[in-house]
């Protein structure tokens, strides 16, 4: 049975404006800084983390996410109080609170919306939490930090917004300290993935690969980093876009007073889309850890 390309795209996407920077990270920050990706982000994940959460019975979209922030900070050991972590595509910032919440830790948010950062900044403001918290607008291909300057690197399903992900790993092994962790987590292709079957996700997004496990091993194997922990869950993936693109859809009607219905539309397709890509087994997700060289 000849396998079939699937488009992976989730909602509308202005045109590229002109910037030295990679289109990639043009495409995304223009995405995220949309008042219907904004509202639409806010509403169904609940503000506080989006991204592929760990799913067990009865556990929500914001309570799935939260267990994957848990898991995490778990296998840091957990994290210690004078920790230094920089969270890498940080959203809204769900994770930097949690970490300097429950740990004392001091998190810098790197992120490149404008509209996120802002969202992130009220919420840390309004939880006590913007002392241990600083917002800085900016690239994770080109960390705005000097180097040996973080005891952790954390990032939550953003590196597959980069269309030069050898570069952020270079720059993550730049600005941690020595024996310093990373932990991140990531939607992939599969190993087995055909050549061309996700094409339209990386037009898309302008891209040409959504990376792979392998790819990271080896990428941080070269750059000198130990493999921790490699949690392989691609179920959770699929688990997530099903329970968000459920959610949607019995929320549609009262979404359209805060998102385009364009934008819903597309979106109720390309989460459809992902289910289906994870279906055929194109896809893969975990959580990877890493540590670097002493």
Not at 133 to 153: C, K, L, M, Q
Not at 174 to 179: A, N
Not at 194 to 217: E, T, W
């Amino acid at each position: 049975m000849k396998k079939s390309r699937i488009s992976l795209s989730m909602s509308r996407i202005r045109p590229i404006g002109m910037s030295d920077r990679n289109p990639a990270e043009n495409v995304a920050e223009e995405y995220y800084d949309s008042r219907d990706a904004d509202a639409f982000y806010a509403r169904i994940w609940g503000g506080e983390d989006i991204h592929i959460g760990l799913y067990e019975p009865g556990l929500s979209i914001y309570q799935a996410s939260r267990k994957t922030v848990e898991k995490m900070a778990a296998l840091l050991g957990p994290p210690h109080g004078d920790s230094k972590v920089l969270d890498l595509g940080a959203g809204y910032g769900g994770a930097a609170r949690f970490l300097a919440r429950e740990y004392g830790c001091e998190v810098t948010c790197l992120n490149l919306s404008d509209i996120q950062n802002q969202r992130n900044r009220q919420l840390s403001k309004a939880q006590g939490l913007e002392h241990k918290i600083h917002i800085v607008h900016g690239s994770f291909e080109s960390i705005p930090d000097e180097n040996a300057s973080y005891d952790i690197v954390w990032s939550q399903d953003a590196f597959l917004h980069s269309g030069r992900k050898l570069k952020v790993l270079q720059e993550v092994a730049r600005v941690l300290k020595p024996g310093g962790e990373l932990v991140f987590t990531d939607p992939m292709q599969s190993e087995d993935c055909p050549a061309d079957v996700l094409q339209p996700v990386y037009d898309r997004l302008q891209l040409d690969s959504l990376g792979s496990i392998s790819f990271y091993r080896q990428q941080l194997s070269a750059l000198g980093f130990t493999e921790r922990n490699l949690i392989s869950l691609p179920h959770q993936l699929r688990t997530h876009y099903f329970q968000v693109g459920e959610r949607l859809k019995q929320s549609y009607r009262d979404l359209v007073s805060d998102v385009s219905q364009a934008y819903l539309d597309k979106m109720i397709v390309g989460l459809d889309n992902w289910v289906s890509a994870a279906d055929a087994g194109y896809l893969a997700w975990g959580i990877l850890h890493y540590q670097k060289a002493l």
